[in-house]
């Protein structure tokens, strides 16, 4: 049975919410990240979360060499590229290649000990705005610096996979929102009355599809849970334009005018092997970041 995980980038965005939805399945929870700083949105979350008894965060250093001595789990969740913002300029891309390259050895090398699962978090930023019909088969051609440092890491995975046979699963994502979502990312600008323009590349966000937090950590777990290996599996809405339809809302309200390009991306390798997928719809998710923006002002006020 298992009953314990490691989550690398633990008080990431989507980090945060693995360990709470695992915590409640009653996992032993080890979390790894950065030392949050002070009044910092991360040091709440572990505020929060670290009042449970069965939750353990360490501080992770730049090549996660400290996981030799990490205790044996049963999952690994890995978000190991840094955020969009951190790693657009070349310069910084340059320095950061050689430590993910290491840092994912690591993992795997940690994996294969324990005979762990890993479950690799990508992007379908790994796919250009000119590939149109997107599904498992299709390779990816990057056209930004993010997807490029996804895909490479994935075909890092592979390689080591193919030498040692290790269990793991590739999941790329869409944009996921809802409650602690960045603050550079376009949903929150919006709801917070911030300047939203298309030539801002900050806002060069994966844009492809949307899914909300709850529904895409639900997917993510279920995935850990599941025999298959090997395999490279994407988290979808199944809906075309809905990242698009999501600022279309947005604008009605906060009267502004954005927009992207619509996209098709097939989930079915997926949806085979969880049918009943969760779906939070647009209004209700949209309902629930804006109730987290509420607090996140008072919050910001008086940090």
């Known amino acids: 049975m298992m009953n314990k995980a490691t989550i690398i980038g633990g008080l990431d965005f989507i980090g945060y919410s693995i360990c709470t939805r695992l915590l409640e399945e009653g996992f032993t929870v080890y979390a790894l990240d950065l030392e949050p700083k002070e009044g910092s949105l991360e040091e709440e979350k572990l505020l929060r979360i670290g009042r449970n008894a ?45 430590h993910m390259k290491t840092s994912l050895k690591e993992v795997c090398d940690y994996c294969n000990k324990h005979q762990t699962k890993l479950i690799l978090l990508s992007t379908l930023n790994v796919f250009n705005e000119k590939q149109e019909e997107i599904n498992e088969d299709v390779t990816p051609e990057p056209s930004t610096l993010l997807g490029t ?26 944009t ?15 709801m917070m009355g911030g300047p939203i323009d298309s030539s801002d590349e900050q806002l060069d966000e994966e844009s492809k599809d949307l899914v909300y937090v709850d529904d895409a950590v639900e997917a993510i777990v279920n995935v850990s849970f599941l025999e298959d290996s090997e395999q490279v599996l994407h988290l979808t809405s199944g809906k075309k334009g809905e990242w698009q339809r999501g600022v279309e809302l947005l604008n009605e309200e906060f009267g502004k005018n954005f927009s992207r390009s619509s996209y098709s991306i097939s989930n079915t390798k997926l949806t085979k092997l969880i049918p009943s997928l969760s ?16 607090w996140f002002k008072q919050w910001k006020c008086h940090e």
């Open 149 to 174: 440092l996804h895909y490479q890491q994935e075909e890092q995975l592979r390689e080591i996979s193919n030498a040692s046979k290790l269990n793991y699963t590739i999941l790329r994502l869409p």
């Open 54 to 98: 069965n939750f353990h965060f360490s501080e992770r250093d730049s090549t996660l060499s400290s996981l030799k001595t990490y205790p044996a789990c049963d999952l690994l969740f890995y978000i190991g590229v840094a955020p969009f913002a951190e790693v657009r300029n070349r310069s910084v891309y340059d320095r950061y290649v050689d």
């Open 176 to 190: 996921v929102y809802g409650p602690w979502q960045p603050s550079h990312m376009v949903y929150h600008r919006f």
């Open 279 to 294: 779906s939070t719809s647009l209004v209700e998710g949209l309902a629930k970041q804006k109730k987290y923006i509420e």
